[in-house]
C-alpha cells in the first residue's frame, strides 16, 4: 500500500474506502468491538478509538495530539493490528 505521507490520517482513510468499495462489509462492528476493547468510548469513530486503545490519544481530554513520524507508522501498524484481530475473532 502507498501512502503518500505516511500518516494515520492517510490510512485510515484508505482502509475507509477499501470499506466502502466493499459494501461495508470489512468494517462491519468494528466500531463496536472497539468501544468495548477502550472500555468506552461508543460515540467516537472507529479511528480515534484506535488511537486510544493504541494509547497515542485521551479521548477524556478532548485533545488530539500531533504524532510524530514514529508515533504515525506506530499508529498505522497498530490499526492495522487491530483490523487483523478483529477479522479473526469475527470469523
Known amino acids: 500500500m502507498f501512502l503518500p505521507n505516511q ?3 492517510e490510512a485510515s482513510a484508505f482502509v475507509l474506502g477499501y470499506d466502502i468499495a466493499m459494501d ?3 468494517l462491519r462492528g468494528f466500531q ?3 468501544s468495548i476493547k477502550a472500555g468506552g468510548g461508543a460515540n467516537l469513530h ?3 478509538l484506535v488511537l486510544e486503545i493504541l494509547l497515542l490519544i485521551d479521548t477524556r481530554t478532548g485533545a488530539r495530539i500531533e504524532l ?3 508515533q504515525q507508522k506506530a ?3 497498530g490499526l492495522f493490528d487491530l483490523i487483523f484481530e478483529f477479522d479473526a475473532e469475527r470469523r
Open 7 to 9: 500518516s494515520y490520517d
Open 24 to 26: 461495508g462489509e470489512v
Open 32 to 34: 463496536e468491538w472497539l
Open 46 to 48: 472507529w479511528s480515534v
Open 68 to 70: 510524530d513520524a514514529v
Open 75 to 77: 499508529a498505522i501498524e
